[in-house]
Nanobody, 124 residues
Framework: QVQLIESGGGLVQAGGSLRLSCAAS????????MGWFRQAPGKEREFVAG????????SRTDSVKGRFTISRDNAKNTVYLQMNSLKPEDTAVYYC?????????????????WGQGTQVTVSS
């Protein structure tokens, strides 16, 4: 079973930055498509960004496009989410997810494994 361990969340002032990390246990991490999702209180979980095993990025969420950057280091079995110019509306639990086969998905159902989530709180 692939295990995903997230870190890097916390409390930050509006306009600040955070870098989230997700470390994976899988032996074939380099072949997995990875995604970041977030869920704010009372809201549905939404796609933030995705990246294929080869590094191709999917960034279709208008609210974060241009501020958040996804990347991966296959040698470290880790995917990152660099979050800049944070806004209070970015406050949510952020989850990383792994998809064993196929291209990056923007839907929760497209992923096979999920991390525990890390809280990001942006104050005004």
């Amino acid at each position: 079973q692939v295990q995903l361990i997230e870190s890097g969340g916390g409390l930050v002032q509006a306009g600040g930055s955070l870098r989230l990390s997700c470390a994976a246990s899988g032996r074939t991490f380099g072949s997995y498509a990875m995604g970041w999702f977030r869920q704010a209180p009372g809201k549905e979980r939404e796609f933030v960004a995705g990246i294929s095993g080869s590094g191709r990025i999917t960034s279709r969420t208008d609210s974060v496009k241009g501020r958040f950057t996804i990347s991966r280091d296959n040698a470290k079995n880790t995917v990152y989410l660099q979050m800049n110019s944070l806004k209070p509306e970015d406050t949510a639990v952020y989850y990383c997810a792994a998809r064993q086969y196929g291209s990056t998905s923007v839907s929760e159902s497209g992923y096979d494994y999920w991390g525990q989530g890390t809280q990001v709180t942006v104050s005004s």
